[in-house]
């Protein structure tokens, strides 16, 4: 194999893992901060420590994550969360991050 050949190999090689890592890195980070703005709902009450036994989950026909505040796509899995008279509506992931949280965060103080 030509000497070149085998340079670009290498190359593209090295660039692939470095791109893999600056993913892994952002998507850690990412996870992160997901985590630490569910605690803060969580302490603040806007997100509730309770669950539900029943929590209803369906594809999205609008709206924004009451953990995020991104807006759903029409592709994603919303779970509501039923509380008191209303729903708390989360993507996904933010469903995952909050039954974590919810175990791990003090609940608000009420006045």
Same mark, same amino acid.
């Given at each position: 194999?030509?000497?070149?050949?085998?340079?670009?190999? %290498?190359?593209?090689?090295?660039?692939? %893992?470095?791109?893999?890592?600056?993913?892994?890195?952002?998507?850690?980070?990412?996870?992160?901060?997901?985590?630490?703005?569910?605690?803060?709902?969580?302490?603040?009450?806007?997100?509730?420590?309770?669950?539900?036994?029943?929590?209803?989950?369906?594809?999205?026909?609008?709206?924004?994550?009451?953990?995020?505040?991104?807006?759903?796509?029409?592709?994603?899995?919303?779970?509501?969360?039923?509380?008191?008279?209303?729903?708390?509506?989360?993507?996904?992931?933010?469903?995952?991050?909050?039954?974590?949280?919810?175990?791990?965060?003090? %609940?608000?103080?009420?006045?």
């Amino acid at each position: 194999m030509d000497a070149e050949v085998v340079q670009a190999l %290498a190359k593209n090689g090295r660039h692939r %893992a470095l791109f893999q890592d600056c993913a892994t890195h952002h998507a850690a980070s990412s996870l992160g901060k997901l985590h630490r703005m569910v605690r803060r709902r969580l302490r603040t009450g806007r997100l509730p420590h309770e669950s539900a036994p029943i929590i209803l989950g369906a594809p999205s026909d609008g709206g924004v994550c009451d953990a995020c505040d991104q807006p759903f796509t029409t592709r994603q899995l919303v779970m509501a969360v039923p509380v008191g008279d209303g729903f708390v509506h989360l993507d996904a992931d933010c469903f995952m991050v909050w039954n974590e949280e919810r175990g791990t965060t003090p %609940a608000a103080r009420s006045a």
